[in-house]
């Protein structure tokens, strides 16, 4: 016994000495070669993951990931902004996901929309065959499996109203600090780093928070707050409605402020779905009304003092001339562009340098910077990467979630019913208003929960099937 007592206390200072060996060695290697430092949090997951429940473990490893979602490229090591937190984080997830042991009993009432987005992926892959540049194509792919996988993610691991809770709960808390941001930007004209007005060198007070175009920030702001709403107005405690009449006013504050005509006429529309559901209806007649007069006042006023918040709003609709011939322009060469390939598409990812060559040129241009130009419209750039066929699987996954969001918000009662309807509406809002949508992260996660609210709310009315397989 003794022996064997000695043999175990040998082993056991070897194995420190190995492991004080090695993270000596990645301490002097990671600044040279900053990946090595994804080898110690892979390996831990590893050692980890088997002396705990697996599901429990992936579950907190998805929070983590929408988490890390909404700090984009700030959750990232300074040499390498491009390998930041999400990123790192969504691989040793998918590693893992498909290793473990899976249950999609949950989630096969969505068999349909999921399927889509599988053979929306497939199909892109397959125009590599004919793709214009294949660098582009595959950073498409990326984009386009990191925004399905998020989708997935999100119905998958939101397996009760008790998880959407506590999601929602982190969520609303970054929500609220991306507000905070937003209020500094716009109180003080400074930006976070990675802020299109400091990547470019240009005077922009125009709040972005976490993203990096100020359109980008409004969509951000207006898809959230049907999500955020749900978890204040669930109760009808004073303090609750308080808090979401300061936020939403804060929220309108800075989507002015933002000057994106989409991100407000999306609040609006937002906003109204939510107060029809925790309103009565001559109520919310008479809350409609009266804030149609009193913002008619107010721009009628503005128009004469051009003065205030108002004078900005009406600016954001009739000041943007050239923006809008601009947007005309790119919409009309899209569809010419689509006709000129038959409908089959340029290859996914390429309309963006199209784009920027009907806009710039092909010389004299500056060869340091990006050369494409997104067509700011997600329905005709996904046509014109891969033509009708590959935009048929899109389409009927936002068909049937346009169906169930309003079959939803006419049959159920409760502000639930109203969170798919929110989602929509905001994404369609962004479809058509950001130059990135394939790249923003915090919309495929929105999209995801809106998704998951229609899976919960699907399964409610099969109770049997009802059943929670993380709850021992």
Same mark, same amino acid.
């Given at each position: 016994m003794k022996v064997l007592m000695e043999k175990m206390s040998l082993n056991s200072i070897t194995f420190r000495g190995i492991v004080i060996a090695a993270m000596a060695l990645l301490s002097i290697l990671s600044p040279i070669f900053p990946w090595l430092l994804a080898i110690p949090v892979i390996v831990i997951g590893v050692l980890?993951? #088997?002396? @705990?429940?697996?599901?429990?473990?992936?579950?907190?490893?998805?929070?983590? @990931?929408?988490?890390?979602?909404?700090?984009?490229?700030?959750?990232?090591?300074?040499?390498?902004? $491009?390998?930041?937190?999400?990123?790192?984080?969504?691989?040793?997830?998918? !590693?893992?996901?498909?290793? $473990?042991?899976?249950?999609? $009993?949950t989630i096969k009432v969505l068999k349909v929309p999921l399927i889509c987005m599988v053979v929306w992926i497939f199909y892109s892959v397959i125009t590599l065959i004919w793709t214009t540049d294949v660098a582009l194509s595959l950073n498409a792919i990326y984009f386009q499996f990191e925004a399905c996988y998020l989708v997935f993610m999100c119905v998958y691991y939101i397996s009760s109203w008790k998880k959407m809770r506590q999601v929602l709960l982190w969520i609303t808390a970054n929500y609220t600090i991306s507000i905070g941001i937003g209020l500094y930007e716009v109180l003080s004209g400074e930006h976070l780093?990675?802020?299109?007005? @400091?990547?470019?060198?240009?005077?922009?007070?125009?709040?972005?928070?976490?993203? &990096? #175009?100020?359109?980008?920030?409004a969509s951000y702001l207006v898809i959230y707050f049907g999500l955020v709403s749900l978890v204040l107005l669930?109760?009808?405690?004073? @303090?609750?409605i308080a808090i979401w009449l300061c936020l939403l006013a804060i929220v309108t504050y800075l989507v002015i402020e933002s000057h994106s005509r989409t991100g407000f006429l999306g609040l609006v529309s937002v906003v109204?779905? &939510?107060?029809?559901? !925790?309103?009565?209806?001559?109520t919310f007649i008479l809350t409609i009304f009266g804030g149609a007069v009193a913002l008619c006042a107010k721009v009628i006023y503005s128009s004469v003092a051009s003065s205030g918040l108002t004078a900005q709003l009406v600016d954001s609709f009739t000041g943007k001339g050239d923006s809008t011939q601009e947007r005309v322009f790119m919409y009309k060469y899209v569809i010419q562009l689509c006709k000129d390939h038959h409908?089959?598409?340029?290859? &996914?990812?390429?309309?963006?340098?199209? !784009?920027?060559?009907?806009?710039?040129?092909s010389s004299n241009i500056d060869l340091s910077g990006s050369q494409t130009m997104a067509a700011h419209n997600f329905w005709l750039s996904i046509i014109s990467d891969i033509g009708f066929i590959g935009f048929i699987p899109i389409l009927i996954f936002f068909i049937y979630f346009i169906y169930q969001a309003i079959t939803m918000y006419i049959t159920n009662n409760t502000l639930k019913g109203a969170i798919p309807a929110t989602v929509i509406l905001g994404f369609i809002a962004v479809s058509v208003g950001s130059s990135s949508i394939f790249e923003m992260r915090v919309i495929w996660i929105a999209l995801g929960l809106g998704l998951a609210v229609v899976c919960l709310l699907q399964r409610e009315k099969h109770p049997n099937e009802n059943v929670d397989p993380w709850i021992k």
């Open positions: 980890y993951v #088997n002396k @705990i429940n697996t599901n429990k473990w992936m579950y907190g490893l998805f929070v983590a @990931i929408l988490m890390a979602g909404f700090w984009g490229a700030y959750a990232s090591l300074p040499q390498m902004p $491009s390998l930041f937190l999400f990123r790192i984080l969504i691989a040793i997830h998918f !590693v893992f996901f498909l290793f $473990s042991k899976k249950d999609f $009993s780093r990675f802020s299109a007005g @400091i990547l470019l060198g240009y005077a922009d007070p125009r709040p972005t928070g976490w993203l &990096v #175009n100020t359109n980008d920030y669930s109760s009808k405690k004073k @303090i609750n109204a779905l &939510v107060l029809f559901k !925790v309103l009565r209806i001559q409908f089959l598409g340029v290859g &996914v990812g390429n309309t963006p340098r199209f !784009v920027f060559e009907a806009l710039y040129g």
